[in-house]
């Protein structure tokens, strides 16, 4: 598994709001006038109205406060005669892991409904007067919000340092210290919108027909079907980052001493900090092309007869999609890094050793600081196969899935 779908997984495990269908379904609707007398008059009124709002909000308020501490070092070993003196320290290891994985939302919606619709006048007598008025109505809303706020305080200590051996006599005099290691990973995930409507053509048939009625008769069929559609998507994530990581095998003294060698060897002093924000991500298809097929016949009717077929097919769609990273009128989302690693600031000074010993030695270890920031997020993407060129980001990250593709990963299929 990919690092983004475990990342993404993780995402839904907390703070997910999902909604996997809603669907307006109808049986086969039938709107007949048809036998009737000469000189009657008939009128169907048909109005049929989905209505289907989707609200889905997030919040999450997270504070991480980390204060992780080890130390091996401050050692004293001094004013002492006769003997060797050692100072010899372990390793100080710090690790650190912050995660938080925070809102999400997704959203799948059937703007069709279901069924065929059938509209018939027809076998009506002389003179009649026959009329039908379909009216189908469908709005759907949907509003994905999120909103985050994301503040990670890390202060990380490794120290091995700061040990004395001072004014020794008559012995060597060794300070020997461990390695000094901070590790400081936080990762913050945040804020996705996935929302599907859409039918993909999985809707009925419409026949609408005048036929066969009698002379001088007046028929009409009106029809109006209306769609409107409304997404809205809005991502809000302000995350401020504080991390101040330090590793020290620096700061030993080996002074004054008389009578033997004087030796000075330090550990690696080692500090990695990884910071890593993902947020802000919105997705949506509209696809309502719910008509598979639509027959209007007028046909075999008398003289003089007025028939009338009249369909309105209005369509509204609006679509929505912000992000913002810092909020509250900030420009972006903030990451303070502070990184030390030193083994520096060792002091043999004033040692005074045998006629046969070897000259006062120092030996520091590497002192390595390593620093990854990643940002990324802020992306939106509409329709079912939109594609977009998409930074060289350090995970597999990918937003041209379709539906179906993200509906398996997400376990929605």
């Not at 504080?242 to 001493?257: F, R």
Request: net charge negative.
């Amino acid at each position: 598994m990919t690092n983004y779908k475990k990342q993404l997984l993780s995402v839904l495990a907390s703070g997910a709001v999902m909604l996997n269908t809603v669907l307006p379904v109808y049986a086969g609707t039938v709107i007949e006038i048809s036998g009737n007398g000469s000189d009657s008059n008939n009128t169907a009124n048909v109005s049929l109205n989905t209505s289907t709002n989707v609200v889905q909000n997030n919040t999450a308020e997270i504070e991480n406060y980390v204060d992780a501490e080890a130390n091996t070092g401050g050692n004293d070993a001094n004013d002492n005669t006769g003997g060797d003196v050692d100072v010899d320290t372990g390793d100080a290891t710090v690790n650190v892991s912050v995660a938080n994985a925070v809102n999400s939302n997704s959203a799948s919606v059937d703007c069709c409904p279901q069924g065929d619709t059938n509209v018939l006048i027809s076998g009506n007598g002389t003179h009649s007067d026959n009329d039908v008025d379909f009216d189908q109505n469908s709005t759907i809303n949907v509003f994905q919000d999120n909103y985050a706020d994301i503040d990670n305080d890390v202060y990380a200590d490794a120290k091995t340092g700061k040990n004395d051996a001072n004014d020794n006599t008559g012995g060597g005099v060794s300070i020997d210290t461990g390695d000094a290691e901070v590790n400081v990973e936080v990762s913050n995930t945040a804020n996705a919108n996935w929302a599907q409507v859409g039918g993909d053509g999985q809707g009925g048939q419409l026949s609408a027909r005048i036929v066969g009625n009698g002379s001088n008769s007046d028929n009409l069929i009106d029809l109006y079907l209306d769609s409107a559609i409304l997404v809205k998507q809005d991502n809000d994530a302000e995350i401020e980052n504080y991390v101040d990581a330090d590793a020290k095998t620096g700061k030993n003294d080996a002074n004054d001493n008389t009578g033997g060698d004087v030796s000075i060897d330090t550990g690696d002093a080692e500090v990695d900090v990884s910071v890593d924000n993902m947020v802000n991500f919105n997705w949506a298809d509209v696809d309502c092309g719910c008509l598979l097929d639509l027959l209007a016949k007028i046909a075999d009717n008398g003289t003089y007869t007025d028939n009338d077929i009249k369909l309105n097919l209005d369509d509204e769609l609006e679509v929505f999609q912000d992000n913002q990273c810092g909020g509250k009128g900030e420009e972006e989302c903030k990451n303070d890094v502070y990184a030390d690693a030193k083994t520096g600031k060792n002091d043999a000074e004033d040692n005074t050793g045998s006629v046969d010993g070897g000259d006062p030695s120092i030996d520091t270890g590497n002192a390595e600081t390593a620093v990854d920031v990643s940002n990324s997020g802020n992306v939106n993407s509409y329709g079912a196969d939109s594609e977009q060129d998409w930074p060289d980001f350090d995970f597999n990250f990918n937003l041209s899935l379709s539906w179906e593709q993200l509906a398996q990963l997400l376990g929605l299929l």
